[in-house]
């Protein structure tokens, strides 16, 4: 498994603000994924993230709105660009450990008023 | 992408009994992942299954990998009031390159003591 640490752990933000959410891993893993889980839903994949290049983008997610930063092997941020009350929502980082086994940190609840 | 249809959406259950969700998509899986989300965190990965037909257990859940590999089944025998959340299947979306895991939509499960 991981150690996987997010912080800040939930946050109220007001609409037009932004916010870096911060993924820390303790060991050095290739891979992190970003997930937004909105209210009552499922897991959606943001953006994957590497060290040492850009990060890819799913459909419907674009960089200026959600940049992503993969410093070094053990490091990521995920910011949340110009809010609004529709970013309302869990955001989750992973890492993966083996063979498509993905491990999550505990997540940070953002609320946008 | 890849879809995976889980059900039941929801299950309200008495402490003892035994629970039964399971997860189908219309096109092949190889890989076949079951999370557990508690209320306020991240998901926790329960159990990986990577061959068809294969049934694997961790303690009193038991999971198995359908024989057309277009479904995964979870069994949770003998119920306690912490097997209270949310199980996703997950498997791995093998027509994009990468990682990518596609998620169910969660089975909520409430135990009632």
Known sequence: SAVISQKPS???CQRGTSLTIQCQVDSQVTMMFW????????LTLIATANQGSEATYESGFVIDKFPISRPNLTFSTLTVSNMSPEDSSIYLCSV???????????????TVL | ???????????????????????????????????????????????ALYKAGE??????LTAQFGITRKDSF??????????????????????????RLTFGEGTQLTVNP
Not at chain 1, 35 to 42: A, C, E, K, T, V
Not at chain 1, 96 to 110: M, S, Y
Not at chain 2, 55 to 60: A, D, K, P, Q
Request: hydrophobic share 30%.
């Open chain 1, 10 to 12: 939930r946050d109220i």
């Open chain 1, 35 to 42: 997930y937004r889980q909105q209210p009552g839903q499922s």
């Open chain 1, 96 to 110: 993966e450990r083996r063979d498509w086994e993905q491990f999550f940190g505990p997540g940070t609840r953002l």
């Open chain 2, 1 to 47: 992408g890849q879809q995976l249809n889980q059900s039941p959406q929801s299950m309200f259950i008495q402490e003892g009994e035994d629970v039964s969700m399971n997860c189908t998509s219309s096109s092949i899986f190889n890989t076949w992942l079951w999370y557990k989300q508690d209320p306020g965190e991240g998901p926790v990965l329960l159990i």
């Open chain 2, 55 to 60: 049934l694997t257990s961790n303690g009193r």
């Open chain 2, 74 to 99: 979870l069994n949770i025998s003998a119920s306690i009031p912490s097997d209270v959340g949310i199980y996703f299947c997950a498997g791995p979306d093998v027509k994009t390159s990468g990682s």
